[in-house]
């Protein structure tokens, strides 16, 4: 019986260290599921802030390429007019960077600078409003100011580059910024100087974005389409235009996806299969109900490897224009990209280049082929103009331009408004400081109506 006993108890004894075994297993599991979940949500968390932080920088950093490109645009400005509108465009974009720089983790003391800088680039504009008022233009002390202000955006830039790279190459992180990305933005605050002025709470003019290709490819277009001529077709007499448009030789089958109903341009849409192409690689077109016009067709392919270059891309979308009716018209700006260039055409009427009237032409380099056409631009603006005779002469409308600035081709143009208006202009292209730009100047009263500075890359020239 005691033998019994002293079984019972060691097996109670078993029983119970196995069940603190197990308990202790349980709560080891229990704490160390805890600790992952922990860490991973401690770690999403930064991940997000990162985020955050990732998106504020590049947003600031496209902010403050816009200050410096307007700044350069207000010292190309022959008149106070253009100068106080793109210094007030400066400092709306200015602010926009001051907001995406005060979510990042900066000390005071470098946001206190850039606020300098905002606010000089804000009180300026100020001043060159009041002087416009008076009638009066930008002197040359004020030109130097203009200049100071806009190196200390190059320099500042410069900075935020060198801050990315770091960032980039994992040199810096944004738990650390205080320690390393700080010195970076005094460095380019050191040659800041002049006296700190307050905002100047006003509603500024909007902006103009970043157009890749072409000063004037997103224009506002009229209600009423000008250049939508011919008779209502039925769907099969629109399908058989689009298939002299493409090509009948290249054409397998065009089905009618739908119809588009709009007030301006009532539209049948098409799907496009080839001769000897696999089925996913078909074109979408959409052509207008009267006269039959294509509005726009995409043709989705693999591009195979670029035998032309873009100069020859040129010549092959004219001749594909050419062939389809389209008249007269000249290549402005391009965009490289993919193994396509896609081409803005404008047409010409007597010398003049009439911007309204684009036709953009995308051409696969390896072939030559287009894959892409939109004449959205050309269908609801082209028309016979009553242009009138220029009230300036070329080398008057030149005179006008800063004498700092070279000239280097002059031409007349009609350029859109966002009225939906023309007007009727010399081009001015020339260079300062090693800066492309353009300067149309009313042919008919003289007023500087618009710049823009050119960006020559790689991939075509960019705008703005």
């Known amino acids: 019986?005691?033998?019994?006993?002293?079984?019972?108890?060691?097996?109670?004894?078993?029983?119970?260290?196995r069940h603190m075994y197990s308990v202790v297993i349980v709560l080891l599991a229990a704490v160390a599921a805890w600790g992952i979940y922990q860490y991973k949500r401690a770690a999403d968390l930064r991940q997000e802030l990162d985020n955050q932080y990732n998106r504020a920088f590049y947003e600031m950093i496209g902010y403050v390429q816009n200050v410096e490109v307007l700044l350069m645009k207000s010292m190309v400005s022959s008149t106070p007019e253009m100068a106080a509108e793109t210094l007030q465009a400066a400092w709306h974009q200015a602010n926009l960077a001051q907001t995406n720089l005060g979510q990042l983790p900066i000390t005071q003391e470098v946001l206190a600078n850039t606020s300098k800088f905002l606010s000089q680039v804000g009180d300026f504009a100020y001043a060159l409003d009041r002087q416009n008022i008076n009638g009066k233009g930008i002197d040359e002390k004020q030109y130097e100011t203009l200049e100071n202000l806009h190196q200390y955006s190059v320099s500042l830039q410069d900075g935020l580059n060198n801050l990315q790279s770091s960032i980039s190459g994992g040199r810096i992180r944004w738990n650390e910024p205080a320690d390393k990305g700080t010195p970076l933005f005094q460095k380019q605050?050191?040659?800041?100087?002049?006296?700190?002025?307050?905002?100047i709470?006003?509603?500024?003019?909007?902006?103009?974005?970043?157009?890749?290709?072409?000063?004037?490819?997103?224009?506002?277009?009229?209600?009423?389409?000008?250049?939508?001529?011919?008779?209502?077709?039925?769907?099969?007499?629109?399908?058989?235009?689009?298939?002299?448009?493409?090509?009948?030789?290249?054409?397998?089958?065009?089905?009618?996806?739908g119809d588009i109903q709009t007030d301006t341009l009532p539209a049948y849409s098409f799907k496009i299969m080839f001769k000897d192409r696999p089925e996913d690689e078909f074109a979408s077109a959409d052509v207008t109900k009267k006269g039959g016009h294509v509005i726009w067709m995409l043709y989705s392919r693999d591009i195979g490897q670029e035998s032309l270059n873009v100069d020859?891309?040129?010549?092959?979308?004219?001749?594909?224009?050419?062939?389809?009716?389209?008249?007269?018209?000249?290549?402005?700006?391009?965009?490289?990209?993919?193994?396509?260039?896609?081409?803005?055409?404008?047409?010409?009427?007597?010398?003049v280049v009439a911007y309204p009237d684009l036709i953009k032409v995308k051409i696969a380099l390896d072939t030559g082929e287009v894959v892409g056409f939109e004449s959205k631009g050309y269908i609801m603006n082209h028309t016979t103009r009553d242009i009138p005779a220029p009230s300036l002469t070329e080398e008057q409308a030149i005179a006008k331009v800063v004498a700092r600035s070279e000239i280097s081709s002059a031409g007349l143009a009609l350029i859109p408004t966002t009225f939906g208006t023309e007007l009727f202009c010399y081009e001015l292209k020339g260079?300062?400081?090693?800066?492309?730009?353009?300067?149309?100047?009313?042919?008919?009263?003289?007023?500087?109506?618009?710049?823009?500075?050119?960006?020559?890359t790689p991939n075509g020239i960019l705008t703005m």
Request: aromatic share 10%; hydrophobic share 30%.
């Open 1 to 17: 019986m005691g033998k019994f006993r002293e079984k019972l108890q060691d097996w109670k004894k078993r029983l119970s260290d």
């Open 189 to 199: 605050s050191q040659n800041l100087t002049g006296q700190l002025f307050s905002d």
């Open 201 to 257: 709470d006003e509603t500024f003019t909007e902006f103009p974005t970043l157009i890749y290709d072409g000063p004037f490819s997103d224009h506002m277009t009229s209600q009423k389409p000008k250049g939508l001529t011919g008779d209502e077709l039925s769907m099969e007499q629109a399908r058989d235009r689009l298939m002299k448009f493409i090509g009948e030789e290249k054409v397998a089958s065009i089905e009618h996806a």
């Open 312 to 351: 020859s891309a040129k010549e092959a979308g004219l001749k594909f224009l050419e062939s389809r009716g389209y008249k007269n018209m000249k290549d402005t700006y391009y965009i490289k990209e993919d193994s396509t260039a896609t081409i803005n055409y404008a047409s010409t009427q007597n010398g």
């Open 431 to 456: 260079k300062l400081n090693d800066r492309d730009f353009i300067v149309y100047i009313n042919a008919v009263t003289g007023k500087e109506e618009q710049v823009i500075i050119i960006i020559d």
